[in-house]
């Protein structure tokens, strides 16, 4: 009989096993530290401090090198070190050109976060939510996480409790700050330290689309190309569309490009192989999977997703419309779900793009038509880029300069005590 053991048990078991191993650990090397600092007359403490890491940057997927390469090689101009550990093997940061960003893989999965919750560092620098609340623990010898946003969205957007456990938020709008401030009071939580930076990639996205050639922005396309780019999970648009939106799509005859969430390969990997099976690549047709999706969104002239960051990435930078799906969204599993205010993402949809539901699906080629010729979402995409992305241009020097002042802050802190 064989012993079967859900994920969620299994988390919980993986957090004991690694809080009593944690325990043991630090309860070990404390004794040592001590009897080593009585032998060495004092000279142990530093010895062990020359060890800390000053500042380490984690990322648990490689496609958040996109997010994170702009203070990247901000860091590397000003010469500053920084460790980039990532749990992707094949992460573009472990042969980045800096030469002061040491790129180090630290296994997959559950393995980096054990490397993670025995860290020795100054400060973490992280995209990834759940800090101390599932696998990824805080580790005692870390003294100050730091979590940025990658997406132009909501900071209520994560799973439950997903950012309740950092010191401190780079965001880049007031409504992400209303909303961190009402959880924070509703659970009894301290106030984390909250620094409006912008968006960084964004405005690398930004910045890259203008260095372009005109030619190669305005390419001479005979057809129209429409992107479907959803999340993932039962709220997205492949599970409760499926077969239906792609036959609609190809009915229209323009080009289409489907690219699916990069989680869906994983969480949702049987029903993108009966998709990716029933309609191969063809003329019309084409799964996209790069990386990096400037280009991507670069020859799409139109978007359709649902609740995903990267209708904002290819609104407000790209300055295109978008048609999102009504998908009867499920706040149940997210942070949003404890706000009284509105999900603000869907204040600011219909201001950028049309509503795709399942009454007027038939009709998605005379809705992309409309969108494309249609002015008014021009204004609203004016009106959202001042909601979310404030300090246009300025993200890579406000976050770079925030995390070197408070790493000094620190590291004087530290010393003084």
């Known amino acids: 009989m064989k012993l079967y053991i859900d994920p969620g048990t299994g988390s919980m078991l993986f957090a004991i096993l690694i809080g009593i191993l944690g325990a043991a650990n630090y309860l070990l090397k404390d004794w040592i530290v001590k009897i080593r600092f009585l032998l060495s007359g004092g000279r142990q403490k530093a010895d062990v401090n020359e060890k800390k890491i000053p500042i380490v940057i ?166 129209r190309t429409v992107l479907l780019a959803p999340s993932w999970g039962k709220s997205a648009i492949l599970s409760k569309f499926g077969e239906r939106i792609i036959d609609v799509l190809i009915e229209t005859g323009y080009s289409i490009i489907i690219r699916p969430h990069p989680q869906s390969f994983t969480s949702e990997r049987e029903m993108l192989d009966t998709l990716m099976e029933k309609y191969p690549n063809s003329e019309k047709l084409e799964w996209n999977r790069d990386n990096d999706n400037f280009e991507v969104l670069k020859r799409a002239d139109i978007l359709i997703s649902d609740f995903s960051g990267v209708v904002f990435d290819f609104s407000l930078v790209h300055e295109k419309p978008v048609i999102y799906t009504d998908t009867k969204f499920d706040k149940g599993p997210y942070d949003a779900w404890w706000l009284k205010t509105p999900y603000w993402t869907f204040t600011a949809l219909p201001r950028i793009g049309q509503e795709l539901n399942e009454e007027n699906l038939d009709s998605l080629k005379e809705m992309i038509d409309s969108c494309l010729s249609d002015e008014k979402y021009a204004q609203g995409r004016q009106e959202v880029i001042r909601e979310t992305w404030e300090h246009r241009g300025e993200g890579t020097q406000r976050a770079v300069d925030y995390i070197l002042s408070k790493y000094e802050q620190l590291k004087s802190a530290e010393e003084e005590k």
Not at 90 to 111: M, Q, R, S, T, V
Not at 145 to 166: P, Q
Not at 195 to 205: A, F, H, R
């Open 58 to 223: 984690f990322s648990d997927d490689k496609r958040y090198w996109t997010v994170f390469e702009p203070l990247c090689r901000e860091f590397d101009r000003r010469g500053v070190d920084i460790v980039y550990m990532t749990a992707s093997p094949d992460d573009p940061a472990l042969k980045n050109p800096y030469e002061h960003i040491k790129g180090e893989f630290i296994g997959e999965n559950n393995k980096a976060f054990a490397k993670l919750n025995f860290l020795n560092a100054t400060l973490v620098l992280s995209t990834t939510p759940g800090l101390d609340v599932y696998q990824w623990k805080r580790s005692k010898k870390v003294q100050y996480y730091v979590h940025m946003l990658h997406a132009a969205n909501e900071i209520a957007g994560y799973r439950m409790f997903g950012t309740d456990y950092y010191d401190a938020l780079l965001l880049s709008g007031e409504y992400q700050v209303r909303d961190v401030r009402y959880l924070e009071s509703i659970r009894n939580l301290p106030e984390k330290e909250i620094v409006k930076i912008g968006i960084p990639y964004l405005d690398e996205m930004y910045a890259r689309l203008h260095k372009a050639q005109n030619a190669d922005i305005k390419s001479g396309k005979k057809e």
